[in-house]
């Protein structure tokens, strides 16, 4: 754990600049607008240890699999998202001295991200040899033009005379950390001094992927007016410089508009009209006007999904953080997109498509935004449908098989391990679409779009198990389940439940369905019979002594030791041990079968949740950022409130306290989630199955008070938790009636229910 | 199955050529002195598909591990024989056109790779508008001279005047057809026009692998007499001119001779005056002369080694070709070289070092060649501990895992699920051990350094084993077997069973071990009573209804077939199947449980071995190289000859007939020994534990006889099988007892038993 960032309700704030936290301060302090983002790299450059970091949205390329012996099914591509053209750079000269924090001496670091409006501040005092400038400067990503950054810097000058240049740049000389050789993604189309723009393209790929032309354009203004600098332009480089002479006291304002569109948008001929017009649109109106609008948007977001927590400062800016970052990367304005892992803030995972979506961000995005925006991750899927059904036949399989990774739906991860094995994916997106229905109500798409899904994942299943004469049961042999710490296991519990419960959901599901769709897909009698036949003789792994389900067929043959007994520096795990260490071990990077018992969870018997929790928690270690908050949610059910505490603790602050020591590569948007869920789902114990919202809360020890909003079937509900009482509140939409501790309220507009 | 070169009892030879086949064709045609070798490329050049391919012992390079998500343990590189610069090429233009049998006309093209001697002859005639030439290539590798490469060319002109240009070379600028991004392995270093050099080396890798300098050299003769002609040099190239125009009925003969020298004999320094020496020596003897002395060579490995076949040319011709080119890729002269699955016939596998070493050429090796050689092999992994304990470290575990691939000791292939759960060769290591004393009788080599292996690994497994408080048993989990169509089982019957006879025969040699060894090596009371306790509780999975061992834990839940329902068109499953539908399947690739009944024959029942063979075999797809033999012995053993004959067929002419449709890359080196097992093992039943040479022959039915000679502790022996009688005669040395068909006969010098 690591904490470099000091705790307040809605800034990210720190005054230190440590080095060694570089990667750490860049990840935390990343911002975004859903179109594009980046991480806190510095505008002036610095010249110690860090990860540049600039993001576009669904921009991307296939890097070439290299394995030892190739076999058939293997993924060709693992599909990288890539550090694009670079638009902060505003180098500084301060009497012929490049400034750079990592060489200079300076004063008074501030940096600050402010979560009401994403907007990332840093000041800091240069001292030169007779003089210090205070620079100070402010940048944001238009939520109202996405094609927009904004970026100011202020000069002031506090003793001596300064003769400052400054030199603002677009560069697309960009690498990958990632890349296998150290390859170049980007190649140069042109410059042009006239337009003050770059256009590059993504190099060319032998997998039919698109390539992506991007053009950068900018434009400064000094003090609040436009100003035209000398220009100057290298192979994929533009820049335009500033120069002046300040005395003591006197001060300079230089913002730096930019605007960048991609050929996902604009074909690359209409990019510099294009970019000109938005050019036009974002310099009629300030810096201060444009801050004001964007903040805006901001304001009406909080207004629908803030949660306020009194008691516990550190619990509350940990979910306001995710919360922010989350709509930072996702709010639904493109279907074409989807929720990184990690978002635009890193290169890992970054801006790929996971499972996390489905099992994380749904039920999330369900409640703090409209049905549309989560309608738009389902969608997504189904778009990509013909992707998934390449994939399975790849496989030689029926049906589809939603990749593990993705931009596009075919899979584009490159560990077979991962990639074939770990289809429980599959499940996860048939149940995002029982759960936008269970939760909305609306039977709208799973009965066109959503039963096409449906179906071509149940026959997937179908054609993925397989009947074991040995036992007289459907099996499914070589998964690896949510817990990646294990590869290549035979009945994964959770695999097989969720394979069966989708096809189970879908049989259900097909009488409902649209006419024409059903004739298209053409599912026969003898077909769902055979569905129904795996449902009724699935194998389910369990042990009835110790009343559990089996992780897999042989995990109790494992050295079975809780994970309290790995020594504290041996952790993270995965960070120590080889990877043969962790694969033999008994210990759990992320819920498993205790993943199934939270989704099926009207499923279960208090019980039975409580066995398999007290089996399987104590040996998970928790090193996938998906863990804490699953487990949170199920001891706030079994009123193990302390370990439900302690694991939101883990999930809300996962990245500000630097838990599993990497986010130096990044934030883990899409586990931000979790700290919603574990204060919703678990705390306020909210469940939404068989048509009937219900809350039972509990307040933690320590908090005074916490609130929530929740949009619910064209309702604003907003929920109200103090250690007396719980209070609910009709805030607009039709009367409901809510379940609050096992007693039916009714709520009428403007009711409050105790 | 294809057949591309007739059948014949010496020879390897075609009349055709055709483009679809050229790969294939050049694999058959590779030869090799143990120090060099090379594909059956043209002198000429080949503008068609090809594979060129030149390979020098102990030359490689590390190339970059690249995959998804890194994890300890993982090897950071995957070790590749290099495509070496190339030596043979001789361009010829005639009346200004240049010979390409890709494009031109031409006629009765022959073929023939001679297995007296190593010798490659080839020849055609050129028709060109007003011309025919014919051509006749000759080359060998020296067997006396093993730096020496010796290529001649003989020019007839048979019709009309034929202006013919030569242009003998050297070649640096060579690629790998497997390199990850079609980098290059080699920098040139120096073109020399003087000594008719070119010096490349190595590019540098990370990784401390040592970097490769090679020198080649040649020098031209015309017909007989030295010749100089023309020099030329470019960046890594050297080339030489001959230019002459003759009538019908004029030839012309020229020779290149060719040293090649690495820094793994000389430094860089010194390379260009021992090539001179070399060059010296060479050219001393025509190439005749020098020729005669190679081939003596193989008359003396022959007259030792020769398997006799009447009434099975093709069977004959199989077992031929399969001893000649076993010897030109090891004869033992270089302990710091072992025995390439692929030698230097292709890149895949090649050149490395694998467990088919111990397991299949070491118990081949023990007959044909002197002890000394086989005792090479096993000081090859002496000498390679330290690397081995590298590669166990690296798993986080105790005592030395030898590599599944290496040059060094070090891991060097790039798949996790290869090498660190395909430990099993850690035991077949060992195995070779016992092999070697228990066929020499020589206790020498595993009282000293064998001593030091055996704890090694012998402290490996007794790391690698966990207990299962479950089931109160020692346990082996995450392994592959031998059978690569499963990863990531539990409690591999073979590798358990293997496993535990490590610990045993460890535990049952140290009593007799050096002691000045002993106590450098430290093994206390405790760990040996640790070990005996492993023994003692190890579990093999087994099936008392069905009688049989398991292959893993879960074995039976799959959906067991007979390898008989796969439709042909399907076959070989690798090339058609997915990964995913391999590994789910109940097929084996290769022997398995059957393999550790054939190691540790003496323990088992013959009821045992027949229920195993009975339920394993119909599910084995024999597409390893290494399968057919093991079950060919198995098969004759229980008396099941018709199949033992039809494996070895598969065995003896896998690739002639390239059965796996794989030859194209390569030869199956290390596989070729198979078809003298089945032979020696299988039909004639020889068998060498518990010190008593053991012969029990019966004769593949439309043979009318078989013959083979077996150097066993000092003595030649030959053995002559006929369906009426087997003849047992001691060639040389001391007296033995043998038993044949379970008398023991005396046998005497000269003597002959029958």
């Known amino acids: 754990m690591k904490r ?28 975004g607008n859903g179109y594009m983002g ?12 860090k990860l540049q970091g600039t993001y576009l949205g669904g921009v991307w390329f296939p890097d070439k699999t290299v394995v030892g012996w190739w076999k058939n099914g293997y993924p060709k591509y693992f599909g990288k998202v890539i550090n694009a053209p670079s638009f902060i750079d505003m180098k500084l000269v301060v009497n012929g001295h490049k400034v750079d924090l990592a060489q200079d001496s300076y004063q008074n670091f501030s940096l600050t991200l402010d979560l009401h409006q994403g907007l990332l501040s840093r000041s800091f ?105 000398d220009v100057k332009t290298a192979t994929g480089i533009i820049s335009e410089n500033w120069e002046d002479t300040l005395q003591a006291g006197q001060s300079v304002r230089i913002e730096k508009d930019v605007i960048v569109i991609t050929s996902r948008d604009v074909v690359p001929d209409e990019q510099v009209e294009r970019a000109a017009e938005l050019m036009y649109e974002l310099q009629a109106k300030s810096f201060t006007e444009n801050l004001t609008e964007h903040t805006a948007v901001w304001g009406s977001r909080w207004s629908a999904s803030d949660v306020v927590i009194d008691g516990d400062e550190a619990a509350q800016q940990g979910i306001r953080f995710n919360i922010a970052q989350l709509f930072m990367t996702y709010h639904g304005e493109d279907e074409r997109l989807n929720v990184g892992p990690k978002g635009f803030t890193g290169e890992k995972y970054g801006g790929a498509t996971y499972w996390d979506t489905e099992a994380y961000v749904v039920p999330m995005y369900l409640a703090v935004a409209q049905p549309q925006v989560t309608r738009g991750l389902l969608q997504y899927r189904h778009d990509q449908l013909p992707g998934a059904y390449h994939n399975a036949r790849q496989q030689g399989l029926k049906g589809a098989l939603f990749p593990m990774v993705t931009f596009n739906g075919i899979e584009c991860h490159n560990e077979w391990e ?36 449906l179906v071509a994942i149940s026959r997937f ?79 389910f792994p369990e042990d009835k002594k110790l009343g559990i389900f089996l992780q897999n067929d042989t995990f109790l043959d494992k050295e079975l030791r809780p994970a309290s007994s790995i020594p504290e520096d041996e952790r993270p795990i995965n960070q120590h041990w080889s990877w043969d260490r962790i694969l033999r ?98 705390f306020a114990g909210m469940r939404y199955d068989h048509n009937q919202l219900r809350f039972k809360p509990f307040i933690p020890h320590g908090w005074t008070h916490y609130s929530f909003k929740l949009n619910y079937r064209g309702r604003l509900l907003a929920v109200d938790v103090t250690a007396e009482k719980t209070q609910v509140e009709l805030l607009s939409g039709d009367e409901l009636d809510v379940e609050l501790n096992g007693q039916i309220v009714h709520l009428e507009r403007g009711d409050v229910h105790a």
């Open 585 to 682: 071990s008994p210990f759990i990077k992320q819920a498993d079968v205790l993943q199934g018992i939270y989704f099926l969870n009207d499923r279960f018997t208090l019980d039975q949740k409580e066995r398999n929790y007290d089996f399987y928690e104590p040996l998970t270690v928790h090193e996938s950022s998906l863990s804490a908050s699953v487990h949170s949610i199920l001891a706030a059910e079994l009123g193990k409130q302390d370990k439900a505490v302690e694991l939101y603790a883990r999930t809300a602050r996962l990245d500000l306290d630097n838990y599993n020591n990497d986010t130096t590569d990044g934030l883990h948007i899409t586990s931000m989630t979790g700290s919603w869920l574990a204060i919703v789902q678990g």
């Open 38 to 49: 980046l991480r806190g790299n510095f505008e002036e450059g610095y010249s110690g240890d």
């Open 418 to 453: 991962i990639t074939f094995e770990e289809i429980h994916r599959n499940a996860a997106v048939a149940f995002a679409i029982y759960q936008y229905t269970a939760y909305t109500g609306d039977e709208s798409y799973v009965n066109h779009d959503g039963i096409e899904v």
């Open 125 to 229: 005092i240069y001292v030169g040899n007779d003089t210090k400038v205070r620079f100070t400067f402010r940048r944001f990503l238009s939520n109202v033009i996405k094609e927009a950054a904004l970026i100011e810097v202020k000069a002031d000058v506090l003793a001596g005379q300064a003769t400052i240049k400054l030199d603002a740049s677009l560069d697309g000389n960009v690498t990958n950390e990632d890349s296998n050789y150290g390859d170049r993604f980007w190649q140069p189309i042109s410059e042009d001094g006239n337009e003050h723009t770059i256009q590059m393209v993504t190099k060319p790929n032998p997998y039919g992927v698109p390539r992506f032309t991007v053009l950068l354009k900018q434009h400064l203004r000094l003090n609040g007016a436009a100003y035209n600098g």
């Open 4 to 31: 470099i960032f000091s705790v307040d309700p809605w800034l990210i704030q720190s005054h230190e600049l440590k080095p060694e936290d570089k990667r750490l301060q860049e990840s935390i302090t990343a911002i």
């Open 461 to 539: 299943w179908a054609d993925r198990v397989h009947y074991s004469q040995h036992q007289h049961k459907y099996m499914i042999h070589g998964v690896t389940g949510p817990n990646e710490y294990e590869n290549n296991v035979n009945n994964n519990w959770y695999t097989n439940t969720m394979a069966a419960w989708v096809l189970q959901y879908t049989l259900a599901r097909i009488p409902h369905a649209d006419h024409d769709v059903m004739q298209g897909l053409a599912v026969t009698d003898e077909e769902q019979a055979y569905w129904r036949d795996i449902v009724d003789n699935m194998y």
